[in-house]
């Protein structure tokens, strides 16, 4: 079995995982929530059609999106250094996480707003209600079903770049299975790190749906 | 008097990518105030696009809009919107927000204005009075039935005041019991509110329970307005004549056969004109289709009636009909 100097660096391990996934996930939906919203109110036959900002902001997405993982975090290197003064670690790989994760978000975001609808966002044009207001009450307000659905897939899919970045000196579990798992061959640690990585997603996905289903006002009963 | 809505030369056309649509072709209208106004026309005769180009959620490509004297194209975007406020809107579709309880959702277009929200709280309790569903405050849409979230629809429509109320095809979700019971409170806030109602539908029963004036729109075109007593009783554009008779399929047998349309006015539906006519003309008729509908509080009715095939007879019918002031019409022609 494990022993419990293991034991306590499988959990600080865990604690790091934990703390750059909810970190970057954060970062990455203070990006990715805006230009998502952008992408629904500036698309052509939006709230306020942009087609240039709509365009750029599309391509930007589609190329930052369609970018693998790992190269991501390889180029964004320089940045986490100049940010955190660091090119490894946790916090640098906060960096590339909140990179490499707010495409994606603003996607999610996107087509969660996309549901929203057009019938509600015109009665609410029909009230007198400006843009902003649309976005704020109508479209988050409606979509927040759809939002925390949304949610509880980044953080999965940001849990998932999280192990992956250990390959590359990122920290936590991802780390810990590289290093003990892959470099010294040790497969009880490295099932370790699989089993709390399951029930991270485990957790993440129970909260995300509990959540959602207690907000949800469309089910009855 | 100032109209209320003037709809003057509107065109909208939709540029599509390979297509073009022209919604609307150089419609002009007027609304007045204190009127429950039908526009009426077949599905995708452009009704809705008529009705958004009222409060100018859709700009139309030609002509504008007045409300009350105000040229809706002279406004800035911010006008706009706050001339929306005294124009509501319910529709189809009922259009609540979900993930609101049915108070929240009455205070809405408040919220958007601004009103504070311990009194739009007292206003929409009180609204909810009006449509009857005070003990649904707490609930969400998902649990009301199709007539309920109409009302709470009129209930937020009414919340902010307003001077007109546009309904686009608010009853046709529903069975016609509820069809009639949302008709009903309709015109009971035009009489008590005075507020002016634009009713778009595609049925001419709607038009008859609570319309005063109607427009008929055909493909785009205005074919014909005026009182309803007017249209339906004399119908002159195919368009009109069509909606008239709209579901009626009995008028298809007719076909080839002498038949004529007689609609009772004030007095005369109260005397047995048809028994007496066959007793006079010592002929029977076919009655094809009968109904009595009350009109703005005239008991107003609507008989075809197929005459015998006897020349002479069928002319001494049509002559004992008109001598008691009946309008009377021959509808061979456009009985297809
Ligand atoms: N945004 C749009 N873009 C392109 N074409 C449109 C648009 N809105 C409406 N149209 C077209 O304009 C015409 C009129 O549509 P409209 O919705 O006003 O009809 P309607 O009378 O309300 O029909 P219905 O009874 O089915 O609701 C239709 O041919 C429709 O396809
Ligand atoms: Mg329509």
Same mark, same amino acid.
């Given at each position: 079995?494990?022993?419990?100097?293991e034991?306590? %660096?499988? /959990?600080?391990?865990?604690?790091?995982s934990v703390?750059m996934?909810?970190?970057?996930?954060?970062?990455?939906?203070?990006i990715g929530?805006?230009?998502?919203? /952008?992408?629904?109110?500036?698309?052509?036959?939006?709230?306020?059609?942009?087609?240039?900002?709509?365009?750029?902001?599309?391509?930007?997405?589609?190329?930052?999106?369609?970018?693998?993982f790992l190269i991501?975090?390889?180029?964004?290197?320089?940045?986490?250094?100049a940010?955190?003064?660091?090119s490894?670690?946790?916090?640098?790989?906060?960096?590339?996480?909140? /990179?490499?994760?707010?495409?994606?978000i603003?996607?999610?975001?996107?087509s969660?707003? /996309?549901?929203?609808d057009r019938?509600?966002i015109e009665a609410?044009?029909?009230m007198?209600a400006g843009?902003?207001?649309?976005?704020?009450k109508?479209?988050?307000?409606?979509?927040?079903?759809?939002?925390?659905?949304?949610?509880?897939?980044?953080?999965?899919?940001?849990l998932?770049y999280t192990?992956?970045?250990?390959?590359?000196?990122?920290?936590g579990?991802g780390?810990v299975?590289i290093?003990?798992?892959?470099?010294?061959?040790?497969?009880?640690?490295?099932?370790?790190t699989?089993?709390?990585?399951?029930?991270? %997603?485990?957790?993440?996905?129970?909260a995300g749906?509990?959540?959602?289903?207690?907000l949800?006002?469309?089910?009855?009963? | 008097?100032? $109209?209320?809505?003037?709809i003057?030369?509107?065109?909208?056309?939709?540029?599509g990518? =390979?297509n073009t649509?022209? *919604?609307?072709?150089?419609?002009?209208?007027?609304?007045? *105030?204190?009127?429950i106004?039908?526009?009426i026309?077949?599905?995708?005769a452009?009704?809705?696009?008529?009705?958004?180009?009222?409060n100018?959620?859709?700009r139309?490509?030609?002509?504008?809009?007045?409300?009350?004297?105000?040229d809706?194209?002279?406004?800035?975007?911010?006008e +706009?919107?706050?001339?929306?406020?005294?124009?509501?809107?319910?529709?189809?579709?009922?259009?609540?927000?979900m993930?609101?309880?049915?108070?929240?959702?009455v205070?809405?277009?408040?919220?958007?204005?601004?009103? $504070?929200?311990? =009194?739009? #709280?007292?206003? *929409?309790?009180?609204?909810?009075?009006?449509?009857?569903?005070?003990?649904k405050?707490? *609930?969400y849409p998902a649990?009301?039935?199709g007539?309920?979230k109409?009302r709470?629809?009129?209930?937020?429509?009414?919340?902010?005041? $307003?001077?007109i109320?546009?309904c686009?095809?608010?009853?046709?979700?529903?069975?016609?019991?509820?069809?009639?019971?949302?008709?009903?409170?309709?015109?009971?806030?035009?009489?008590k509110?005075?507020?002016?109602?634009?009713?778009?539908?595609?049925?001419?029963?709607?038009?008859? =329970?609570?319309c005063t004036?109607?427009?008929?729109?055909?493909?785009?075109?205005?074919?014909?307005s005026?009182?309803? =007593?007017?249209?339906?009783?004399?119908?002159?554009?195919k368009?009109?004549?069509?909606?008239?008779?709209?579901?009626? #399929?009995?008028?298809?047998?007719?076909?080839?056969?002498?038949?004529?349309?007689i609609?009772?006015t004030?007095?005369?539906?109260?005397?047995p004109?048809?028994?007496?006519?066959?007793?006079?003309?010592r002929?029977?008729?076919?009655? +094809?289709?009968?109904?009595?509908k009350?009109?703005?509080?005239?008991?107003?009715?609507?008989?075809?009636l197929?005459?015998?095939?006897?020349?002479?007879?069928?002319?001494?019918?049509?002559a004992?009909?008109?001598? #008691?002031n009946?309008?009377?019409?021959e509808?061979?022609?456009?009985?297809?």
């Amino acid at each position: 079995m494990l022993n419990s100097a293991e034991i306590s %660096m499988l /959990l600080e391990a865990t604690g790091v995982s934990v703390y750059m996934t909810l970190v970057s996930t954060l970062l990455a939906y203070v990006i990715g929530l805006p230009v998502g919203i /952008l992408l629904v109110v500036c698309a052509p036959g939006g709230l306020k059609p942009k087609t240039v900002l709509h365009k750029v902001l599309d391509i930007v997405v589609n190329i930052t999106r369609s970018i693998p993982f790992l190269i991501l975090m390889l180029l964004a290197t320089p940045l986490a250094r100049a940010i955190t003064g660091k090119s490894y670690g946790a916090n640098a790989t906060i960096i590339s996480l909140t /990179l490499a994760a707010a495409p994606f978000i603003a996607r999610l975001v996107e087509s969660s707003l /996309l549901e929203v609808d057009r019938g509600v966002i015109e009665a609410a044009q029909s009230m007198g209600a400006g843009t902003f207001a649309i976005v704020k009450k109508v479209l988050i307000g409606e979509a927040r079903v759809s939002l925390i659905v949304g949610s509880t897939i980044a953080l999965g899919t940001v849990l998932g770049y999280t192990a992956m970045s250990g390959a590359i000196g990122g920290g936590g579990l991802g780390d810990v299975a590289i290093r003990y798992g892959y470099s010294r061959w040790d497969t009880k640690i490295l099932l370790a790190t699989v089993v709390l990585l399951v029930i991270l %997603m485990q957790l993440i996905q129970f909260a995300g749906t509990k959540l959602s289903r207690k907000l949800d006002r469309r089910l009855t009963g | 008097m100032e $109209p209320m809505i003037k709809i003057e030369n509107v065109s909208k056309t939709f540029r599509g990518k =390979e297509n073009t649509v022209e *919604a609307l072709k150089g419609i002009t209208l007027e609304i007045g *105030a204190g009127d429950i106004y039908g526009i009426i026309g077949m599905s995708g005769a452009g009704k809705s696009t008529l009705v958004r180009c009222l409060n100018f959620l859709e700009r139309p490509t030609e002509g504008t809009v007045y409300v009350e004297g105000r040229d809706l194209s002279a406004m800035s975007e911010k006008e +706009l919107r706050r001339m929306r406020t005294s124009v509501a809107m319910i529709f189809q579709h009922f259009n609540l927000l979900m993930q609101r309880t049915v108070l929240d959702n009455v205070c809405f277009p408040m919220e958007i204005a601004g009103v $504070p929200k311990k =009194e739009a #709280r007292e206003r *929409a309790r009180r609204y909810l009075e009006i449509v009857e569903l005070s003990d649904k405050e707490k *609930a969400y849409p998902a649990q009301l039935s199709g007539g309920q979230k109409q009302r709470v629809a009129i209930a937020r429509a009414l919340a902010m005041d $307003p001077k007109i109320l546009l309904c686009d095809e608010a009853t046709s979700a529903l069975d016609p019991t509820t069809t009639r019971s949302i008709l009903a409170l309709l015109k009971e806030i035009n009489q008590k509110y005075g507020i002016t109602i634009v009713i778009i539908t595609h049925s001419m029963e709607v038009v008859q =329970e609570i319309c005063t004036r109607v427009a008929i729109i055909d493909a785009g075109v205005l074919a014909e307005s005026g009182t309803v =007593e007017e249209v339906f009783a004399s119908p002159k554009s195919k368009a009109a004549k069509r909606l008239v008779f709209q579901g009626e #399929r009995k008028v298809a047998l007719m076909k080839s056969k002498r038949c004529v349309r007689i609609v009772f006015t004030e007095n005369s539906s109260f005397e047995p004109v048809i028994a007496n006519m066959v007793l006079e003309c010592r002929a029977s008729v076919n009655i +094809l289709l009968a109904d009595t509908k009350d009109i703005g509080g005239i008991a107003r009715g609507q008989m075809v009636l197929q005459l015998p095939e006897d020349e002479q007879t069928a002319e001494k019918m049509i002559a004992y009909l008109k001598e #008691r002031n009946l309008a009377v019409e021959e509808l061979t022609d456009y009985v297809e």
